[in-house]
């Protein structure tokens, strides 16, 4: 059970640049989120998704793009890359049930993107 | 005013030392309190939830008080390794399991 993995761990673009952002989970989760953690700040959403085939805007989603084909896989796509683009992206999952040390709306993290644009 | 507020630190203790931080939050529909754990240049991973009657794990306590709007976390017995950034988090009542969260408080324990 591998949890939240994301791909690439770095990523150097230049502006107006495009590139997706991989995430995939294998907890057979019906929410997934894309935050982005600028040095010092807290997370920011993007966008969410509550299952496949429904997306939804979060915070800050201008100049990103996703899908949600599959239960597993949500992509972040981001066109004309910009400097203020720079950050660390970040794919979470959820699933609302409860547990010991879980409520129903913990969210589970991958190790993050690096992403910086010059 | 940020929806999740923190004393962002930062905190330097000894070894052994308790420390306790604070966080506020605006929505009063919230239902859901988390204390995450953000170790450097890694993800967040959820250290504990934070229950109405209080809830401890081992050396970690947290409290909520909902008439202040006010979330605690406090640490006995301070470890080298419990240095991190603590990030206070909150359900948004309104949509899809939203969390929102606090910037985060660092913490440095010292040997």
């Known amino acids: 059970n591998a949890g939240v993995t994301q791909t690439p761990k770095f990523r150097i673009l230049k502006i107006g640049q495009s590139m997706t952002l991989q995430c995939t989970q294998d907890?057979?989760?019906?929410?997934m989120y894309w935050y982005r953690q600028d040095p010092g700040m807290g997370l920011k959403l993007i966008y969410y998704s509550v299952g496949a085939g429904i997306t939804d805007k979060g915070e800050v989603p201008n100049g990103y793009n996703v899908s949600r084909s599959t239960t597993e896989d949500f992509p972040l796509r981001l066109e004309l890359a910009a400097p203020s683009q720079t950050s660390v992206y970040f794919c979470?999952?959820?699933?609302?049930?409860?547990?010991?040390?879980?409520?129903?709306?913990?969210?589970?993290f991958g190790p993050g993107t690096r992403l910086t644009v010059l | 005013r940020k929806e999740v507020e923190q004393d962002p630190g930062p905190f330097n203790v000894p070894e052994g030392a308790t420390v306790a931080f604070n966080c506020t939050y605006s929505?009063?529909?919230?239902?859901?309190f988390f204390w995450y754990r953000q170790d450097c240049r890694k993800e967040p991973k959820l250290l504990m939830s934070?229950?109405?009657s209080g809830n401890e794990d081992g050396r970690f306590t947290a409290q909520l008080n909902r008439a202040s709007q006010y979330i605690s976390l406090l640490i006995r017995d301070s470890k080298l390794s419990d240095s991190a950034t603590y990030l206070c988090?909150?359900?948004?009542?309104?949509?899809?399991?939203?969390?929102?969260f606090g910037s985060g408080t660092q913490l440095t324990v010292l040997p």
């Open positions: 979470a999952s959820s699933f609302p049930r409860t547990g010991l040390r879980t409520s129903t709306d913990t969210q589970y």
């Open positions: 934070v229950y109405s």
């Open positions: 988090v909150v359900n948004d009542p309104g949509s899809a399991r939203q969390l929102t």
């Open positions: 929505n009063s529909a919230s239902q859901s």
């Open positions: 907890m057979n989760h019906n929410y």
